[in-house]
Every structure is written in C-alpha cells, then in structure tokens.
DNA sequence: GCATATTTTTAGAACAATTCTAATTATCAC
DNA sequence: GTGATAATTAGAATTGTTCTAAAAATATGC
C-alpha cells in the first residue's frame, strides 16, 4: 500500500490542477521546503528557507503559497485558531467547538475519562500539563 | 456539594490574594464582564464591556487584567497558541505537542478511533469537519 | 498617620503576524 | 500571437498584543 499520509512534489502539480491551480515554482519550493524540514516552521522561516532557492520571492507570496496548499490539502496549518485570543471563566474541562458559520465558540463538555485516554496516546518522556481540543464545523442552533 | 467549576466575585479576592496580588476595581470589574455574558469575548470585546463601568479604563490595563486572571486559573485564554501559525506537511491525523521549554512542535500520531471518540462527545446537531488537539507541556529528548 | 516601597494603571509607542492593494509578470485558451 | 485570467511582487495598512515610562493607588514599617 502506498503511504498516502505525505504529499510528494510529483503528487502535489496534480493536486493543484484538481482545484484549477497552476504548480508555479514558488508553489513547488514552499511545498518541497516544508517535506524537507519538518519543524512546523513559521511563515516567516518558510520565507527565509524559500529565499535561498528563489532569492527574489515576497513574503506575501509565501503566505498566498502556504494558504493554497492549505486549501489543497496538501498541507495543514497547525495554529489555525488565528483570531484574537478569547476568554472564559469556564473551570471545568471542556473542549470548545468554533462555528463556522457564525464565528461563535461553544464550550463542549468533556468526560473526564476523555481526556485521560487522550492523554494516553502521548509516548513516554511526554509529560503535558494542558490540552486544548478544538472542533470546527456548524452547529444547528 | 458547592460548584467548583466556575470562580466567583467573592472568592476572585482571596484567589488573588493567594497570589499576592491584589482586588482592584478593574480587575473584578474585567472579571464580572466574563461571567456575565460568557460568549468568549475578544480582549477588544472585554474592553468595550468594561469601558461602559470603568470608562478610563485602557485596553493595556484590559490585557493586563486577563494576563492575572488566567495567571489565577480563574478564566482560560481559549486560544492560547498565540504565536504565528506553522504548517505541516504530515496528513495523517495527528495532534501536536508542544514543548514549552525548548519551543518546539511535536507531531503525535492519534489512532483514528480516538479520533472518532473525540467527535462522539458533540451533543446532536453539532457537525465537526475538524479537530484540533493540541498538549503543552515537557518532552525529554 | 506619614514616609517609603511596591503594585497597578495609564496612554501611547512599538512590535509582530498577517492581509490588502495596485501594478507587474507569467501562463493559459484560442 | 492576442486577450483573458492567474499569480507574484513590494510596500502600505491592519490587527492583536506587548512594552515603556510616568502617574496613581495601595500596602508596610515606623
């Protein structure tokens, strides 16, 4: 079975054309950047990375490149609660669920065990002091 | 048996006091505007509600307020990944550690049937095309 | 109570991450 | 090739947040 949990250069013209996008090379470098170190760089370290190979990029194109390959879901954007932070007073343990459609954020109970066993998937020498699990979508209400 | 789940005005003073720190007006007044309408407001959002009590109050004061309350553990920062967005290029469902000392960002593979547990927990009608989790905490190596 | 030290607030400047704008360049369909 | 569309560019603008230095409030030792 082939591994399909990477993109790969030769994947990635097809992906783009799938969704009517042209594999400029500014797309090609940012992409193959990203395969070749993976550090969840910035992309501002994108940028810096990128530079050497095309010195003349902008760093508005970065940002253009590394959203479309969002889009095409070749890559994924981890800090994607980009907004302005939010508070609630809220103690108890809960997830919170962000309405696309509204913008608004709902607390979401959590079990307690839930939480236990997703802290279970962490591998030894990993000692978390918080989780934070979002979910987005639609809410009917 | 007492709710424990969300703090109150009283006990915000001896909270803070436990802290060494003190109950000023703005404080409680910041603190109040949160249990009051608990729609996860923006420090903009915080601002404009304490302003209609406080009407010199700034919004470094505001920041600063929120800053002490989360300090407190008496109000969460919902999105507290705060930094600039980073991307990856692993497609497999995974959450990400993050390590507080060194700074860095840890993909952590997730059986897809936690996944599926995670999602189990939406009351009807909520829809979820995304979860993120994220943990903070310490990794050895 | 008073002087002094400490904490907190304030206004505004500074900063960092991101998005927007308008002009230029590249690519596609014909 | 020509015209239409897509993508890139540089730089300005915007947004959310933090910093700075001074003023105000509060606590502490006497």
Same mark, same amino acid.
């Given at each position: 079975? =082939?591994?399909? $949990?990477? #993109? @790969?250069?030769?994947?990635?013209?097809? %992906? +783009?054309?799938?969704?009517?996008?042209?594999?400029?090379?500014?797309?090609?470098?940012?992409?193959?950047?990203?395969?070749?170190?993976?550090?969840?760089?910035?992309?501002?370290?994108?940028?810096?990375?990128?530079?050497?190979?095309? =010195?003349?990029? $902008?760093? #508005? @194109?970065?940002?253009?490149?590394?959203? %479309? +390959?969002?889009?095409?879901?070749?890559?994924?954007?981890?800090?994607?609660?980009?907004?302005?932070?939010?508070?609630?007073?809220?103690?108890?343990?809960?997830?919170?669920?962000?309405?696309?459609?509204?913008?608004?954020?709902?607390?979401?109970?959590?079990?307690?065990?839930?939480?236990?066993?997703?802290?279970?998937? +962490?591998?030894?020498?990993?000692?978390?002091?918080?989780?934070?699990?979002?979910?987005?979508?639609?809410?009917?209400?």
């Amino acid at each position: 079975m =082939p591994d399909t $949990s990477t #993109a @790969t250069p030769a994947s990635l013209t097809q %992906t +783009l054309a799938d969704s009517g996008l042209r594999a400029t090379p500014q797309r090609e470098v940012v992409f193959n950047v990203l395969l070749k170190k993976r550090d969840h760089p910035t992309a501002d370290e994108v940028f810096a990375r990128v530079k050497a190979e095309l =010195p003349t990029i $902008s760093l #508005a @194109t970065v940002y253009n490149c590394l959203e %479309t +390959l969002v889009q095409c879901r070749v890559v994924r954007a981890v800090n994607f609660e980009r907004g302005p932070t939010r508070y609630c007073p809220n103690l108890r343990p809960h997830a919170h669920f962000h309405d696309e459609q509204s913008g608004s954020t709902h607390d979401i109970d959590l079990p307690p065990e839930l939480l236990e066993q997703v802290k279970a998937v +962490l591998p030894p020498g990993y000692d978390a002091n918080a989780v934070e699990i979002t979910f987005r979508g639609r809410s009917a209400s």
